[in-house]
């Protein structure tokens, strides 16, 4: 089992390995630190054994004290490393001075004056990439370690790997702590600031760019280890608390979000149990804890001061902005600080936080890089004063050295394995320098501190527990007596390390559409910009210029799309056309946001090259101002003039309203098509259609009220009047006398009343064309009337469609001239001849209601118009009475 748990710890510690430089700070303390390289790290860099420390114990050692120093060392060649030893190098002096550790830390073990006897194979490592873990174990006398006096001492240690050669192939140093029996000294005040922020994940505040916060604030995230460490001890603390984070985990815990990287696709995230978790362990560890908030996404101020843009420092720091943690931790801020980026400003800089953030009092938190220390002879102290152009305030510098230790390289287990015992190490020489004076320091580790998993407890319990340290409130060391000390001011070589002028200028111009969609917006406000940009501004974004650029390009392509989300509706073409010479211009507006009202002016010119011959009229006041609600269309009349025909241009422009004449979006260009048809010629054409409509219709009641009447069989028909004509056996016109005429009985031709005949004839359809009684008329298509047969006159022909009134069967017709009174084309085929008898004088043939085939138009018979009794049963064709007898009319007339 011990085996096992060996093994996981080796393969955890193998990426710590002291074998590169750490990460650089993404601006430094100071100009010096950004270009004075870590030689120790180059020094692991170049040899071919890397060495790992991964414990020392006791902390601090004592006069009996047995020393255990254990550590992973790691072929980082290509090649076979045979006959590797290592060695223990000490020194039996104490240190005297924090620059002195300074030098040891930076230099090789080989400085180290004393090597201790014992000396350890490395045969493990014989491989290229092979690793083996190393201890020593020895005592405090063997290492001749003593007591400077009644203080703390501090002795440097290395370890060294020797190849057969006896050169030096690899090496570290660190140091221990010794703490005396006696003890005649003023333990260190000390305070702790801890940063609880991080770097941006949304443009937008509807969207996330990644979803790394779930990761950061899991149990071993950078997020949540910074809580559980401040959960777990009783050290305190003053919180450092940027409120766009917390902003964050709020969208993430309270429903469900998007999450959309930069050109991909957007995917929906439940409801964050994570952020839950991590709120409600935020409160608990806070618990009793000042805390002050940074400005809303913790903008890069010497940046925006340095661009004049100034007004986005007080934005940040509006309670309506910040107010997001006191809400979610339930309590008001307790501490007033401000802390500009890595503690280091100019008097412009500080002025504006002292007016915006300081203005009811407070303290800033600044680097002791940027004064001077005190006079000699005086130790230097936490608290000074500093003169602002909103006068004198007070100033808590953290120990520049002490964030640097504890910042730089600690991601890693050896690296937070070396930074914990310089950390003791300079505390302790901080206590030994002046043991009759209390010294006073402030730790505020980078913003974006990322410690080793462990380590950030122990610091605190260090802080508790090492007997040179005493915990003490940041408000304790701010009320402290202030020390006077020279502001060295900000130095010029900082600029670079700055957000870039394009990125401020871009930001800019996002900033002023924002401002325009802004201005448009009514009632209550529900989607806005504020935050976002001010999240664009971030002092994060000098680590990642490339994710900077992807993320100003994300929030404008997503502002471009609310606002086009209020525009002109226009057609694919682009094209009006004008009746005539005048008329009006429709114009449509539409609001497709989902839950924001909005209120425009339209505008409508003609361009430059159209304005000589088109002329527009001036909408009313209150029609041009446009109200629309969520998902509203409005459309306006927009009176227009032209000077001749062609195509002419109009700009039409949604204006903010009492903006001084600002335009919001991009607007849109149409043209208008003006043509010769004016408005008389527009009447005259729709009189028209309508008086040809009218008699379609009336004809068409016509035909509808003669098929009623040939199918209730009375014989009449809508032509012709109540005259005087004879009782006909229900044909109208004299040519059908009633009975006592001799028409009647089988020698008038026509089928005698009585049952329907059956046999042969009703048997096959096609006997009753040739006018066989009792047949059933044919239907459908192909059957003609009788005038289109082509018989001569005279000749008998059984109309099989239509039958008597009495129902007596087909009614025979003769003496029918070609062409009288019949419809042309009433049917495609002939049909023959099969009866003769008395011809019926002057009976018209079928009209275009009796055929089944169609007939063309005009068929429909109408009222004589000389006074002669109406003709005919509804056919076409009606005829007048001359000489006794029927001359059938021509449908000339129809």
């Known amino acids: 089992m011990r085996t096992v748990k060996r093994a996981v710890a080796l393969a955890a510690l193998l990426p710590c390995i002291a074998m590169a430089a750490p990460a650089a700070l993404a601006f430094p303390a100071s100009a010096q630190a950004q270009r004075a390289p870590d030689t120790a790290a180059l020094a692991q860099q170049k040899a071919p054994v890397g060495l790992a420390l991964t414990k020392i114990d006791p902390k601090p050692v004592r006069e009996n004290s047995k020393i255990e120093i254990s550590g992973l060392a790691k072929n980082r060649t290509d090649d076979q490393l045979t006959g590797l030893t290592m060695r223990l190098r000490y020194s039996a002096q104490p240190v005297t001075s924090r620059s002195q550790l300074d030098q040891f830390s930076s230099g ?51 370890v060294e790997v020797l190849n057969p050669a006896q050169q030096v192939v690899g090496g570290l140093t660190t140091f221990l702590t010794f703490m005396p029996k006696d003890r005649q000294f003023q333990p260190v005040a000390i305070s702790w600031v801890w940063p609880l922020i991080d770097r941006m994940h949304r443009t937008n505040d509807r969207t996330f760019f990644d979803d790394q916060l779930t990761k950061e604030m899991s149990r071993d995230g950078r997020l949540g280890k910074l809580v559980n460490a401040a959960a777990a001890g009783t050290t305190p603390i003053t919180w450092a608390i940027d409120p766009a984070l917390l902003d964050d985990v709020q969208q993430m815990a309270s429903g469900e979000y998007t999450v959309r990287s930069f ?87 500080l002025g504006q936080l002292a007016q915006h953030a300081l203005k009811d009092g407070g303290t800033f938190l600044m680097s002791s890089s940027q004064f001077q220390n005190p006079l000699p002879g005086t130790p230097p102290n936490a608290t000074t ?7 004198k305030r007070t100033a808590v510098l953290y120990d520049d050295k002490l964030n640097q230790i504890v910042s730089k390289g600690t991601a890693t287990a050896s690296g937070a394995a070396l930074a914990e015992q310089r950390f003791l190490a300079e505390t302790a020489m901080i206590a030994a320098e002046t043991p009759n004076l209390q010294r006073s320091v402030v730790v505020a580790p980078d913003r974006h501190w990322n410690p080793a998993p462990g380590f950030a407890e122990k610091l605190l319990t260090y802080t508790k527990d090492a007997p040179w340290l005493r915990e003490m409130p940041l408000s304790k060391i701010e009320s402290a007596e202030p020390q006077g000390r020279v502001f060295n001011g900000y130095n010029d070589d900082y600029e670079a390390f700055e957000l870039s002028d394009a990125h401020l200028t871009q930001t800019r111009e996002i900033a002023q559409e924002a401002a325009q969609f802004r201005a448009i917006m009514t009632g209550d406000i529900k989607i806005s910009y504020e935050r976002a940009l001010l999240r664009l501004q971030s002092v994060a974004w000098r680590t990642m210029p490339g ?47 989902k839950n924001q009202a909005v209120r425009v002016r339209l505008v409508a010119v003609p361009t430059s090259e159209s304005r000589a011959k088109l002329r527009l009229g001036a909408l009313d006041p209150d029609e041009a101002l446009i109200n629309l609600r969520p998902g509203e269309r409005a459309q306006r009349w927009i009176p ?136 059933e008329p044919p239907t459908g298509p192909g059957h003609s009337s009788a005038a289109d047969t082509g018989l001569p006159p005279g000749a008998g022909l059984s109309d099989p469609w239509h039958s008597s009134a009495a129902g007596t069967g087909p009614l025979p017709v003769t003496g029918i001239s070609p062409g009288q009174g019949i419809s042309p084309g009433a049917g495609p085929a002939p049909a023959e001849p099969t009866a003769t008898g008395p011809a019926a004088p002057g009976l018209s043939g079928t009209g275009a209601a009796e055929s089944s085939a169609p007939s063309e138009p005009g068929g429909t018979s109408e009222q004589a118009t000389d006074g002669t009794p109406p003709g005919g049963d509804g056919r076409a064709g009606g005829g007048k009475h001359a000489a006794g007898r029927w001359e059938p009319r021509s449908r000339d007339g129809d």
Do not use: C
């Open 108 to 158: 090789q073990p080989s400085l180290l004056p004393n090597v201790a006897p014992q000396q350890l194979p490395l045969t493990g490592v014989v491989q290229p990439g092979a690793t083996q873990t190393w201890t020593f174990k020895t005592t405090t006398k063997a290492l001749q370690l003593r007591a400077p006096g009644a203080t703390p001492g501090v002795y440097p240690v290395g």
């Open 263 to 349: 050109g991909g696709k957007a995917v929906e995230k439940e409801k964050s149990t994570v952020a839950a978790s991590w709120t409600a362990a935020l409160k608990n560890a806070a618990k009793g804890d000042p805390y002050f908030t940074v400005p809303y996404g913790d903008p890069d101020v010497v940046a925006l001061v340095r661009h004049k843009t100034t007004r986005d420092i007080g934005v940040a720091l509006d309670e309506r902005n910040t107010g997001v943690v006191p809400k979610v931790l339930g309590r008001p801020a307790d501490a007033q600080v401000a802390w500009p980026p890595y503690g280091v400003a100019g008097p412009g800089t």
């Open 385 to 391: 004063t500093l003169q602002t152009n909103e006068g």
């Open 547 to 593: 994710r900077a650029k992807a993320a100003r390009r994300e929030l404008a392509r997503e502002l471009d799309d609310d606002m086009d989300s209020v525009r002109i509706v226009t057609t694919k073409n682009k094209r009006v056309l004008m009746g005539g010479s005048s008329g009006k211009l429709p114009v449509l507006i539409e609001n497709t946001l």
């Open 640 to 775: 227009a003039k032209a000077a001749g025909n062609g195509n002419f241009h109009v700009r039409l422009e949604l204006m903010i309203p009492d903006s001084g004449g600002r335009t919001f979006g991009d607007g849109e260009t149409i043209t208008v098509r003006t043509t010769g048809y004016g408005r008389l010629a527009l009447l005259i054409t729709g009189g028209g259609l309508a008086v040809l409509f009218v008699g379609v219709g009336v004809r068409a009641i016509r035909a509808r009220r003669r098929r009623k009447a040939e199918a209730g069989g009375d014989g009449s028909t809508e032509t012709g009047s109540a005259g005087t004509a004879e009782q006909g056996n229900g044909y109208a016109g004299p040519g059908f006398p009633g009975p006592g005429s001799g028409f009647s009985g089988p020698a008038s031709g026509f089928a005698a009343p009585g049952p329907e005949p059956t046999g042969p004839a009703s048997e096959f359809p096609g006997f009753a064309e040739r006018g066989l009684p009792g047949a």
